[in-house]
Nanobody
């Protein structure tokens, strides 16, 4: 199984960015898909997840600014980031989970700076 994130980079404060995560080697549609992030010197934290039935959950810090979505036909999960702030700077990781099985991507760096 493999998860490959893309879309990271430098974003200006107040700007937007869309992250993508493509899955392969497992049945994407029956896994809960999540985005986590880890800032320097901090623990990895949950940003958002989307269930098999496409219910969503967001961390309070990103609620109303970020949107998670999935395209099972493309085995891809997205994170649309709007109105980004400096505190959104982190490595963003994709996660796939079903029962006791978890897969992680390698991460993509998002830096918010002018």
């Amino acid at each position: 199984a493999q998860l490959v994130e893309s879309g990271g980079g430098l974003v200006q404060p107040g700007g937007s960015r869309r992250l993508s995560c493509a899955g392969s080697g497992f049945t994407f549609s029956n896994h809960v898909m999540s985005w986590y992030r880890q800032a320097p010197g901090k623990e990895r934290e949950l940003v958002a997840y989307i269930s098999v039935g496409s219910s969503t959950h967001y961390a309070d810090s990103v609620k109303g600014r970020f949107t998670i979505s999935r395209d099972n036909g493309k085995s891809t999960v997205y994170l649309q980031m709007n109105s980004v702030k400096s505190e959104d700077t982190a490595v963003y990781f994709c996660n796939a989970r079903r029962l006791s099985t978890t897969y992680w991507g390698q991460g993509t760096q998002v830096t918010v700076s002018s």
